[in-house]
């Protein structure tokens, strides 16, 4: 006889059970290598906890959930690869169809390309820990995006900026923290509701003038980079700041 207690199995059915009524589901450290199938057959489903795992990939499948406001794919696997010659992404480039996010948690996986294209309503982007090389110029061009943190990855640059007027970015809080960043767009004037910034344990030498004097930041973390205090004050711009 048994001992009575739910296999794993069992309590997974019983998660799928639930979340078909409060559209919540997670399932966090549950050893998973691939997202289970039954997880794309919940229309309701709001927020999707995969953390923990050992996915690899995450199937197109996923842009089917139109309610989804909530997405954390954090320590798992996830690493585009070649399967029979042909190239599997680990993510779909293309999140535009998920027309209700508004959180996209990857941080901690192997992912070296972020997804090219998010819906307008996105507010929160965090992919720490990854192998990142660039990022891509529609993530300042989100109306909505308050929050980003591309810490710890293999940015040289933080990319380009919207230029020619405009709104400017909404963004508000930028981690860039150990990258390999050794220059910055000297018109940072786009970041207009930008409070705080990390570029600490980079490669840089200088700040551009704009970033003091056309932003609203009032907390910059800089340490670990090719300059000093004495420097940094010296620099066009810091007495504004």
């Not at 585009?80 to 992404?89: A, I, N, R, T």
């Not at 680990?90 to 027309?99: E, Q």
């Not at 704009?210 to 932003?215: A, E, K, P, V």
Request: glycine letters at 6%.
């Amino acid at each position: 006889m048994g001992n009575g207690k739910p296999s794993k199995k069992q309590k997974q059915a019983k998660k799928l059970n639930v979340a078909t009524s409060t559209g919540i589901l997670s399932l966090d450290g549950q050893k998973l290598k691939k997202v289970p199938i039954s997880v794309f057959e919940n229309p309701k489903l709001r927020i999707l906890n995969l953390s923990a795992n050992r996915i690899r990939s995450v199937p197109s499948n996923l842009l089917g959930l139109k309610m989804l406001r909530t997405l954390n794919l954090s320590s798992n696997k996830l690493s585009d690869y070649k399967e029979k010659g042909v190239l599997v992404k680990c993510i779909p480039s293309d999140l535009s169809a998920l027309i209700k996010l508004e959180k996209l948690i990857l941080d901690r996986n192997d992912i070296a390309e972020l997804p090219s294209k998010y819906p307008k309503t996105l507010q929160i982007l965090t992919a720490s820990s990854n192998k990142i090389k660039n990022v891509p110029s529609v993530v300042y061009e989100l109306p909505k995006l308050k929050e980003l943190d591309l810490s710890d990855n293999e940015l040289q640059t933080i990319g380009a900026l919207p230029t020619g007027g405009g709104k400017g970015s909404y963004l508000r809080s930028a981690l860039f923290s150990k990258n390999k960043i050794s220059s910055l767009p000297g018109d940072a004037s786009c970041l207009k509701q930008l409070v705080y910034i990390s570029l600490s344990f980079n490669n840089l030498k200088i700040i551009p003038a704009s970033l003091f004097r056309d932003t609203k930041v009032h907390r910059m973390d800089l340490q670990g980079n090719g300059f000093d205090k004495k420097q940094l004050t010296n620099m066009e711009g810091f007495l504004e700041f």
